[in-house]
């Protein structure tokens, strides 16, 4: 900078005395459009500064808001009924049967046959021959009878009654009260402070001045100078967040739970033993002895004994003693025993579970997924373009005369016109200005 600044000055001092010498012939006319050609002959190389414009770009940030939707899930909290199911019992009573084993006897009538040894006289005659009287017995059949006695057992069929003791299960049923606990949740709304910050974005105003920069003037007497002149400034507008700090009430639900107890009357049927006594009839044979009288016929030889008076042969009988064995036969009476069954009825109680379905409420949580918008700051890069101007050095030299006016080489030989148009766009404060650089003079 101070390089181009120093290149500035000495062209400027050499451009100061031509000029002097120039306005003193013309009287500080600045057109030489009637300059005569002996003015136009060259004279000496000299230095001028050339205006040149460049456009340069500068990175701006800026904020920028954009609306982002995000996903956030939030705990809701639902009442639901869920079905407990409670397994209870009830006493039902069953007739059944059992086998009731007893003992009869009955009597079994068999004919049996016994062997009876008997004696008996067998007259032998025997003839004889004398002359005396005699005697002769001639056997006499006589026919008696004899009592036999006897036992036999007859059956006899009674019907009894017998007292038969047995356990009847009665159901009772009794209404007590009885406590249940249940769990409900309970909303508690709680309040918390919460601290929001409620500002706003409010747009600041800015203005920047321009820098003194160097620039070719035409003064009347004495002609070209260097002048620092002002440029025009530029204002910049930037979103400044006024922050405004809010305290709120914010209310908060919980659900606690809290036990309720509920008193509820309730039927319980329980069993009560109780012995009944029933008479129950039952047949019971007995044997019952009997005395049996019976006539048996037997035959008895008895010898009558007769007197002869003659002389005859006579026989002489005498009794042979003989035994002889018989088969009497006879009815045995003897008791069979038998075994025989009875179904014998009886009360039978067991337990039959059923199934009772009870409605629990209970709290179940759920996670809802929901939506929402929040802006989102972003930096955004943006290349802003400014122009740069800076003098360049210009070596002019003289070479061919003027024909009808001036003949420039690298640039007319009367007073430099300002190139710039306008105001000159300057870089803002925050941005350095790029330096110009030239040749070293």
Same mark, same amino acid.
């Given at each position: ?283 019971? #044979? @007995? +044997? %019952? ?7 048996? &016929? =037997?035959? /008895? !030889?008895? $010898? *009558? ?67 929402? #918008? @929040? +802006? %989102? ?7 802003? &373009? =400014?122009? /740069? !101007?800076? $003098? *360049? ?49």
């Amino acid at each position: 900078m101070m390089r181009s600044l120093f290149a500035g000055l000495a062209m400027a001092l050499a451009l100061g005395t031509t000029a002097v010498t120039e306005a003193g012939g013309y009287c500080g006319a600045s057109s030489y459009a009637c300059c005569p050609t002996s003015c136009c002959a060259p004279t000496a190389c000299y230095t001028t500064c050339k205006v040149e414009r460049q456009t340069c770009y500068h990175t701006v940030y800026e904020t920028q808001y954009e609306p982002q939707q995000y996903t956030y899930n939030r705990t809701v909290y639902d009442t639901t009924y869920e079905d407990v199911p409670q397994t209870c019992y009830r006493t039902v009573a069953e007739t059944a049967y059992r086998e009731h084993c007893y003992t009869v006897a009955r009597p079994v009538y068999e004919q049996a046959v016994r062997q009876e040894t008997y004696q008996t006289f067998r007259p032998v005659t025997e003839t004889y021959y004398r002359d005396v009287n005699y005697c002769t017995q001639r056997p006499v059949w006589e026919t008696y009878e004899r009592e036999c006695r006897r036992t036999i057992y007859n059956p006899v069929v009674e019907t009894v009654n017998r007292p038969i003791t047995r356990t009847v299960y009665r159901q009772v049923t009794e209404t007590v009260n009885q406590e249940r606990c249940y769990t409900v949740m309970r909303p508690v709304t709680t309040y918390r402070t919460v601290t929001r910050d409620c500002g706003t974005w409010q747009t600041q105003t800015n203005y920047h001045p321009g820098p003194c920069v160097p620039k070719l003037v035409c003064d009347p007497c004495c002609g070209f100078r260097v002048q620092m002149v002002q440029c025009p400034g530029f204002t910049t507008c930037r979103r400044v967040w006024c922050p405004n700090i809010v305290c709120q009430q914010v209310p908060c639900t919980n659900y606690v739970p809290q036990v309720v107890r509920q008193v509820c009357p309730v039927q319980v049927c329980r069993v009560v033993p109780e012995c009944v006594t029933e008479n129950c009839p039952v047949r019971v #044979c @007995r +044997m %019952v002895p009997q005395e049996i009288c019976e006539k048996i &016929p =037997y035959r /008895v !030889c008895r $010898m *009558v004994t007769e007197n002869h008076t003659q002389r005859i042969p006579y026989q002489v009988c005498r009794q042979v003693c003989e035994t002889h064995t018989r088969d009497v036969p006879y009815t045995v009476c003897r008791m069979v025993t038998e075994q025989k069954t009875c179904q014998v009825p009886y009360q039978v109680c067991k337990q039959v579970p059923y199934t009772v379905t009870h409605r629990v409420a209970k709290c179940t949580p759920r996670c809802i997924t929901e939506t929402a #918008c @929040r +802006m %989102v700051a972003r930096c955004v890069p943006k290349q802003v &373009p =400014y122009e /740069v !101007c800076r $003098m *360049v050095p210009v070596t002019v030299c003289q070479n061919n005369a003027c024909d009808n006016g001036c003949a420039t080489g690298d640039a007319p030989a009367g007073p430099l016109q300002p190139q710039a148009e306008g105001p000159v766009d300057l870089p803002p404060a925050g941005a350095a200005a790029a330096p110009a650089e030239g040749p070293a003079t």
